[in-house]
């Protein structure tokens, strides 16, 4: 978080709660969030566990492509995803639910 001010993360944070009230706010929000943390891409997601489906709330530097593959088949497969399961109702960041270590050995 190399030059984060506490300012923009005060209006990140508002902007949250004003986004959640407004989903179509979703993307605009993912978008100045990974910017805000200097990502290039990221994904903000809902699981459905009753439907084994996502919906993909915000998204920034995915392809349309890439997005309708992770929707279709890749959820399925997500490490994240998957341990993020049995974390509900909470928000979590990468670090709670995978180390850096974990996803290496199951990249080809």
């Known amino acids: 978080m190399n030059g984060l001010r506490l300012d923009d993360l005060d209006r990140l944070i508002s902007a949250l709660y004003e986004t959640a009230l407004q989903p179509t706010l979703w993307p605009q929000w993912f978008s100045t969030a990974a910017t805000t943390f200097s990502g290039s891409s990221g994904m903000s997601l809902v699981q459905i566990p009753q439907s084994g489906t996502v919906d993909i709330l915000g998204v920034k530097g995915f392809s349309p492509h890439a997005l309708q593959l992770y929707a279709d088949y890749y959820h399925q ?10 974390k509900l109702a909470r928000a979590n960041t990468s670090a709670d639910l995978c ?3 974990i996803p290496a050995p199951s990249e080809p």
């Not at 490490?79 to 049995?86: D, H, K, P, T, V």
């Open 99 to 101: 180390t850096d270590e």
């Open 77 to 86: 497969c997500d490490l994240w995803a998957l341990r993020g399961r049995g």
